[in-house]
């Protein structure tokens, strides 16, 4: 096989289907290969919104990581807060509908964690989160 017919290694690995992360590193012109985490997404009691969102994203870096080491991999994490109550993913059609209906009108907050990381550069390591007011306008049913 020529070199020219190789496809070039990724210099980044996205642990996630998010069709905006995908969007995102698009726009800013990174090359990159989709590689979904099969990580479970899960509340600890008493866990705050800003650790919750970090533990994840680490863990969907590294559960994909382990695939591919010496690569960088991307892991995101991002979750609803309202009322100080974390809204899930939604279970069905109806429950999606109580959730929007609970957000119009209303100012939340959108907490997302992301983690970087590379099994040959472990001290660079980066795992931060950032946290969105977003303001939903009124809805009509």
Same mark, same amino acid.
């Given at each position: 096989?020529t070199?020219?017919?190789? *496809? ?7 642990? *996630?289907?998010?069709?905006?992360r995908?969007?995102?590193l ?5 090359? &990159?290969?989709?590689?979904? =985490? /099969?990580?479970?997404? =899960? /509340?600890?009691?008493?866990e !705050? ?16 990581m ?11 994490? /991002? ?6 109550r ?5 279970? @069905?059609?109806? @429950? ?5 209906a *609970? ?17 040959? &550069?472990p001290?660079?390591r ?9 303001h939903c306008?009124?809805l !009509?049913?």
């Open positions: 096989m070199q020219e017919s190789e *496809s070039p290694k990724p210099h980044l690995i996205l642990a *996630s289907s998010s069709p905006r995908k969007e995102l698009k726009s800013l012109g990174i090359r &990159f290969e989709i590689v979904p =985490s /099969t990580v479970e997404e =899960s /509340t600890l009691n008493g !705050s919104p800003e650790a919750q969102v970090s533990r994840l994203a680490l863990a969907k870096a590294e559960d994909v382990r695939q591919f080491p010496g690569t960088w991999v991307l892991g995101a994490d /991002t979750i609803v807060v309202i009322d100080g974390i809204l899930g993913k939604p279970r @069905d059609e109806e @429950d999606a509908k109580t959730m929007l *609970s957000l119009a009108a209303r100012t939340h907050e959108v907490y997302t964690g992301y983690a970087l990381i590379n099994s040959c &550069f001290e660079e980066r795992v931060r989160h950032v946290r969105s007011w977003v306008r009124e !009509s049913e």
